[in-house]
């Protein structure tokens, strides 16, 4: 139980993410990894319009250098480039949501791990959900981490063709591999997931893993050889339909905040805490105080930077 708390407190940093399933699937949430970058200057401080609301309807990147700028759940993109909709061994999905575009490091990551699928037995690549919008921010809907251009959620449906038509990238749904509310994976889960999240873990490039705990405590149990990467795997509501990758800050990009780095450890029990807090929950205490209700985000709450990313 206590490190149950430990690793609830310490997954509240996280931020929040959108299933890839049907398109009718609930937000699933983990909260703000990190702490806001630079505030926004004096001259921007009392502009009070909702971010989401600006962000939300812009559609082409910035004209600007390649940036991710403040934390994953308050900041924005500069000079984002988008995921083609269709590639070799790639589909963006959801193409309606114009949410295919990130930072190049993040798109390169997405086209490397996709060969790497398309090497797994019943794979041809990969099926992509979310990255972020043209110009990150706040969303209208779903996610409020994605703001960074730094984060991707990877659908668990293994891909058997990779040239579905729009219209069918609206409608088709990922797969749940969840059972039980998430303690234990389906009899949809595969070895192949596991080498999957085991090669993005891998990559230098990313910070974190996040997915629901069942598929952690799975791939703890039958890991073999080196086991390191399992850190950077976090357990988290919902991502039964995706498993949700964020990367480090890029070097040099001195405006963008970085997430604290996972606790030492490969996490197994950490994930274990979350399985037994499923099957046996507590009971709720009466005298716990209602959830205070989550303020929208304003202009002036996002990086001074974002108020030119937003007009240039």
Not at 144 to 159: E, F, K, N, Y
Not at 181 to 191: F, I, K, L, R, S
Not at 206 to 230: H, Q, Y
């Amino acid at each position: 139980m206590v490190r149950f708390l430990a690793g609830l407190t310490f997954a509240l940093t996280l931020a929040a993410c959108q299933t890839g399933g049907s398109p009718a699937t609930a937000v699933t949430q983990n909260a703000n990894p990190g702490a806001p970058a630079a505030s926004a200057s004096a001259a921007n401080a009392s502009d009070t319009r909702v971010a989401k609301e600006v962000f939300g309807y812009l559609s082409t990147a910035s004209v600007q250098q390649s940036e991710a700028i403040g934390g994953f759940a308050r900041g924005c993109q500069a000079g984002a480039v988008q995921l083609p909709e269709t590639g070799p061994t790639w589909q963006a999905m959801r193409l309606s949501r114009n949410r295919n575009w990130a930072q190049p490091i993040t798109v390169a990551f997405v086209q490397d791990l996709s060969r790497f699928a398309a090497t797994m037995p019943g794979w041809q690549g990969l099926y992509v959900g979310d990255m972020s919008q043209p110009r990150g921010g706040p969303m209208l809907t779903g996610h409020r981490s994605h703001q960074t251009g730094l984060d991707v959620d990877i659908w668990l449906r293994a891909p058997h063709r990779l040239d579905l038509p729009p219209d069918a990238r609206e409608s088709i749904s990922s797969t749940s591999l969840r059972r039980a509310e998430g303690a234990y994976v389906n009899d949809q889960w595969t070895p192949q997931h596991m080498e999957l999240m085991r090669a993005a873990a891998s990559d230098l490039r990313v910070s974190r893993i996040f997915v629901f705990p069942g598929a952690k405590t799975w791939m703890c149990e039958n890991a073999t050889g080196d086991r390191s990467w399992l850190r950077k795997i976090r357990p988290w509501w919902g991502h039964h339909y995706h498993f949700h990758v964020r990367l480090s800050c890029p070097p040099g990009m001195a405006g963008c905040v970085d997430q604290d780095p996972p606790p030492p450890g490969d996490g197994c029990a950490e994930a274990q805490d979350w399985v037994d807090q499923i099957l046996n929950p507590p009971p709720p205490d009466p005298n716990a105080p209602p959830p205070a209700p989550s303020r929208e985000l304003t202009m002036a709450d996002l990086p001074a930077q974002c108020h030119d990313v937003a007009t240039n």
